[in-house]
T-cell receptor
């Protein structure tokens, strides 16, 4: 079975631009969470979606938004990019919307903002 | 506010030299402590979930334990392929699946 997939793998954008990152969860998983990982640090929670509803939001500005589609895939959108948005963006999927025993991460999208 | 602190930040071991990584946490209503392994440029790989003090989980050369304030990841007779960053994360009550991660421990095992 395929694991969590993310696209694109790498992305280079200019300050002020907009970016859309995509995630497909493991088949049968209905929860998707997004994390930002700056080089040398642990991942930081951005959003969780379950059954197309937002279940949680981390301490990120309104420039960050997300949604989940009927097939449980998800998009993360970032507007007005800043240099500090350069990071590895990770998607994690799980079967349950809360207290999931396991959460599986995708390979990530490496975003570079110049 | 939930806090997770991992130590040491980096650890260099000789092959076969056993050691432990530490994860200290502060969380209101722990509903799971997670250990992940992360290779450079890749997503974290799930290792263990621990729920209550005294619980232990094992996988190959790795053993995770949990107390009320910290968790340890014991590595027995490590091999070079165990070299990676090990991440610890906590989930608290009424927070969905949200994980709060520590900064990680970079482990390097030399042959």
């Amino acid at each position: 079975d395929a694991g969590v997939t993310q696209s694109p793998t790498h992305l280079i954008k200019t300050r002020g631009q907009h970016v859309t990152l995509r995630c497909s969860p493991i088949s049968g998983h209905k929860s998707v969470s997004w994390y930002q990982q700056v080089l040398g640090q642990g991942p930081q929670f951005i959003f969780q979606y379950y059954e197309k509803e937002e279940r949680g939001r981390g301490n990120f500005p309104d420039r960050f938004s997300a949604r989940q589609f009927p097939n449980y895939s998800s998009e993360l959108n970032v507007n007005a990019l800043l240099l500090g948005d350069s990071a590895l963006y990770l998607c994690a999927s799980s079967h349950r919307g809360d207290y999931a025993y396991e959460q599986y991460f995708g390979p990530g999208t490496r975003l570079t903002v110049t | 506010e939930d806090q997770v602190t991992q130590s040491p930040e980096a650890l260099r071991l000789q092959e076969g030299e056993s050691s432990s990584l530490n994860c200290s946490y502060t969380v209101s209503g722990l509903r799971g402590l997670f250990w992940y392994r992360q290779d450079p440029g890749k997503g974290p790989e799930f290792l263990f979930t621990l729920y209550s003090a005294g619980e232990e989980k094992e996988k190959e050369r790795l053993k995770a334990t949990l107390t009320k304030k910290e968790s340890f990841l014991h590595i027995t007779a490590p091999k070079p392929e165990d070299s990676a960053t090990y991440l610890c994360a906590v989930r608290r009550n009424n927070a969905g699946n949200m994980l709060t991660f520590g900064g990680g421990t970079r482990l390097m095992v030399k042959p």
